[in-house]
């Protein structure tokens, strides 16, 4: 077995096993954004995630040429809103808030060109895409039967917000046994300070969470393993 390390990750380096790994790329959604889509609305500073769009983009390149499984979610609702729970619908400003009017449709709802993945990110055939009700990508998906199948145990976490949707997903993770290292420019928040004490909550204690690391540190990990076949395609569940 083939193996590569990511010498500079946090807290200590991280031996990536090709064939183990999968690229799991959080809800990087128009809705959360594009100027003028619901982030936006609510008064969020959109570029704080607009600037992982260049390093995100690098880094799925070079996991695709590694050949590692690839995953994006999608965070969103039935158009229905069966599936969104009081507790969620009713947060946010009023007119804002889940099904309503925006500019990219109606706000998370399913088959809405807002929420879809923007198009520098956009999967291509055979990647999964996941599309999940809460914040964290394992509740209500098949997304742990799709990583047991493939025979995954890592994830490279990246995406969108750093201290929602990506730490739920990493702590999800963590709870059901994956080793996880969060790319640190690849993930985003619209609150700088989010950003840097969630990142540090997760590599904390020894990496209580996972491991972290920048882009520079993992993709020449990546380059160095050997080319594998393309995965084979996994059904999207």
């Known amino acids: 077995m083939t193996t590569s390390t990511v010498d500079a990750a946090v807290p200590g380096p991280f031996t990536l096993i090709p064939e183990k790994t999968a690229l799991i790329v959080i809800d990087m959604q128009r809705d959360f954004i594009l100027p003028g889509g619901f982030g936006e609305s609510l008064g969020n500073d959109v570029d704080m995630l607009l600037k992982v769009v260049p390093p995100l983009a690098d880094l799925i390149a070079a996991a695709r040429s590694a050949g590692m499984l690839v995953i994006h979610t999608r965070e969103g609702h039935e158009p229905d809103l069966s599936d969104c729970p009081p507790a969620k619908l009713n947060r946010g400003a009023p007119s804002r808030r889940i099904g309503d009017p925006g500019k990219f449709g109606r706000i998370l709802i399913r088959g809405e060109y807002g929420h879809d993945i923007i198009d520098e990110l956009a999967p291509i055939e055979g990647e999964v895409v996941i599309d999940k009700p ?98 084979a395609p996994v059904s999207q569940r």
């Open 134 to 231: 809460g914040k964290g990508a394992f509740y209500a998906t098949d997304l742990q039967q799709i990583l047991t199948d493939a025979g995954i145990t890592q994830l490279l976490v990246t995406g969108v917000t750093t201290e929602v949707c990506v730490h739920t997903t990493t702590r999800e993770a963590n709870d059901r046994g994956y080793e996880c290292l969060v790319v640190s420019d690849c993930v985003g928040s619209y609150f700088p300070d989010f950003q840097r004490v969630g990142l540090e909550m997760i590599c904390a204690q020894g990496g209580i969470f996972g491991w972290v690391a920048d882009s520079a540190a993992v993709i020449p990990a990546i380059a160095a393993l050997p080319v594998s076949p393309e995965p």
